[in-house]
């Protein structure tokens, strides 16, 4: 198979034998992405154009906070907050509040459902708080890694190697390949790859979820003299496979 820009990253994430090679890719991203902002480019007009209408979720406000850049941070919000409170004068001035039956108002309000925001400010403010410039960068490429991914399995004997070696994936990841895998491959190939695939996540959910056992056990006075095998850094790994991400990772700062 030929080489190009998005196997190389997608390969060297497989060869990172971690619990999960999107999460791999995901991390790099976003690092990639604050670097980026926070490094010459927010004095650029058309990122800070980007940035002004999109904002950033929570995960990645903190990472910027985190970095270090300030006065970069201060750009980017001095801007951005300007658009935000234009954009909101609009709504309050334009808000008209619905009306409320009785019954309505004798219900306990319930804020767990999914249903879609009944205000104008409740959807306004949903788009706005779901709106993440980091977020966003990952997700213009990720398509193209599942494709790629999809490409490399069928056509490259080292990758089918690699996937054949790896540990599965964390479970959003998973669910993602399996959405993937339905437009991507005809019967044949599904009914190749699914066995494999699902083999290969229950062995890895299972082998860390006895790591994350055997931490509790070992725990015991009774255990302390046994091996803690692969146990030590279970409870991070296992939060992965469950969510995604790295929840061990030192924080990512600016170099000094």
Known sequence: MNKNIATFPLTEAFRAGGEC?????????EQHAISF??????????IRAATDATGFCRHHYKMMYDYGNRLGSAWILSTHMKKLNEELTKELRDFT????????????????????PQTSIGSWVKKKTDSCYVCSHFKEIYGRYLDVFFDMLKKDSEFQELFKQSKGFCLPHFGDLME???????????????PQIFAMMQENMERVQKDVAWFVEKNDYRNKDKDWGQSRDSIQRAMQKCAGGYPADPVFKLDP
């Open 97 to 116: 509040p619905g009306k409320t039956s009785m019954l309505s108002r004798m219900k306990k309000t319930d804020m767990s459902s999914d249903d879609a």
């Open 37 to 46: 902002i926070l490094g010459s480019a927010y004095m650029e007009d058309d």
């Open 21 to 29: 090679p999107f999460c791999n890719l995901e991390r790099s991203a």
């Open 180 to 194: 993937a895998a339905e437009k991507r491959l005809n019967d044949a190939q599904k009914k190749e790859l699914y």
